[in-house]
C-alpha cells in the first residue's frame, strides 16, 4: 500500500502503516477506472474497503476522469458494483466539464461536443446548447464564429467530417477547447486498444 502526502509518496508496510494512514487522514479520494473497478467488474478489495472507511467515519469521494458517464451513470455504475457510495461522494469528468462550462460561457453555448450521451446530458442539465455528440448532426451545423467552446470525450462515433466541424470551430480564437481527460486511448474489453 502506498500513500500521498505533503512530504510526497511514501510506501506503507503492513498492518501499522495502515493504522497509521487511518488515523492520520480524514478524507480519502479514490479514482475509480482501475482502482475501484476494471471495466465491468469491482476490483476484489473496492466495495470491503468503502465499507470499512464509512464505518471509521471517514470521507471517501470517488473520481473518475471517465468523461462519457453522466453523474447518474457513474452512480449507476457504482450501486451495480456494490460499492457503497451516495451521489454527493462522486464527481466524473462529465459533470465537471459541465460546471466548468457554465461559469466559462456566459451565454451559455452553443458548445460543440465530441463524445456520447453522458457528456451531453450534463452539459444541457447545466443550461447550455450542446452541437454535435451523436450520428445525426447535419441539422446542427452552425457558422464557425457562434461555437463558443469544442468539448472531446470519448466519442464511439468519431469521424472526418465531426473532426473537421470541430477544427473549423476551433479557427476562432474566442473558441476554447476542452478535453474530458488526458487519455490518448481507452482499454475495452478483450484488450482492445480505442483511441
Same mark, same amino acid.
Given at each position: 500500500?502506498?500513500?500521498?502526502?505533503?512530504?510526497?509518496?511514501?510506501?506503507?508496510?503492513?498492518?501499522?502503516?495502515?493504522?497509521?494512514?487511518?488515523?492520520?487522514?480524514?478524507?480519502?479520494? /479514490?479514482?475509480?477506472?482501475? +482502482?475501484?473497478?476494471?471495466?465491468?467488474?469491482?476490483?476484489?478489495?473496492?466495495?470491503? /474497503?468503502?465499507?470499512? $472507511? *464509512?464505518?471509521?467515519?471517514?470521507? +471517501?469521494?470517488?473520481?473518475?476522469?471517465?468523461?462519457?458517464?453522466?453523474?447518474?451513470?457513474?452512480?449507476?455504475?457504482?450501486?451495480?458494483?456494490? $460499492?457503497?457510495?451516495? #451521489?454527493?461522494?462522486?464527481?466524473?469528468?462529465?459533470?465537471?466539464?459541465?460546471?466548468?462550462?457554465?461559469? #466559462?460561457?456566459?451565454? *451559455?453555448?452553443?458548445?460543440? +461536443?465530441?463524445?456520447?450521451?453522458?457528456?451531453?446530458?450534463?452539459?444541457?442539465? &447545466?443550461?447550455?446548447?450542446?452541437?454535435?455528440?451523436?450520428?445525426?448532426?447535419?441539422?446542427? &451545423?452552425?457558422?464557425?464564429?457562434?461555437?463558443?467552446?469544442?468539448?472531446?470525450?470519448?466519442?464511439?462515433?468519431?469521424?472526418?467530417?465531426?473532426?473537421?466541424?470541430?477544427?473549423?470551430? $476551433?479557427?476562432?480564437?474566442?473558441?476554447?477547447?476542452?478535453?474530458?481527460?488526458?487519455?490518448?486511448?481507452?482499454r475495452r474489453p478483450g484488450?482492445?486498444?480505442?483511441?
Amino acid at each position: 500500500m502506498a500513500a500521498a502526502g505533503s512530504g510526497g509518496c511514501r510506501r506503507l508496510l503492513g498492518e501499522s502503516g495502515a493504522r497509521e494512514l487511518l488515523a492520520a487522514v480524514d478524507t480519502f479520494v /479514490l479514482d475509480c477506472d482501475g +482502482v475501484l473497478w476494471d471495466g465491468a467488474r469491482a476490483l476484489g478489495g473496492g466495495p470491503p /474497503l468503502l465499507s470499512r $472507511l *464509512r464505518a471509521l467515519g471517514k470521507r +471517501v469521494y470517488l473520481l473518475s476522469n471517465n468523461g462519457s458517464r453522466s453523474a447518474r451513470g457513474l452512480l449507476d455504475k457504482c450501486r451495480g458494483l456494490g $460499492l457503497p457510495v451516495g #451521489a454527493r461522494q462522486l464527481l466524473g469528468a462529465a459533470r465537471c466539464s459541465a460546471l466548468y462550462l457554465r461559469r #466559462a460561457l456566459p451565454a *451559455r453555448g452553443p458548445v460543440y +461536443v465530441l463524445g456520447g450521451p453522458g457528456l451531453c446530458g450534463e452539459l444541457q442539465a &447545466e443550461g447550455l446548447r450542446v452541437l454535435g455528440g451523436g450520428e445525426e448532426e447535419e441539422a446542427d &451545423e452552425e457558422p464557425p464564429t457562434s461555437v463558443q467552446a469544442v468539448l472531446v470525450g470519448y466519442d464511439e462515433q468519431i469521424s472526418f467530417g465531426r473532426l473537421s466541424r470541430a477544427c473549423g470551430y $476551433l479557427q476562432d480564437p474566442r473558441c476554447l477547447l476542452l478535453a474530458t481527460d488526458p487519455d490518448p486511448w481507452h482499454r475495452r474489453p478483450g484488450g482492445r486498444v480505442v483511441p
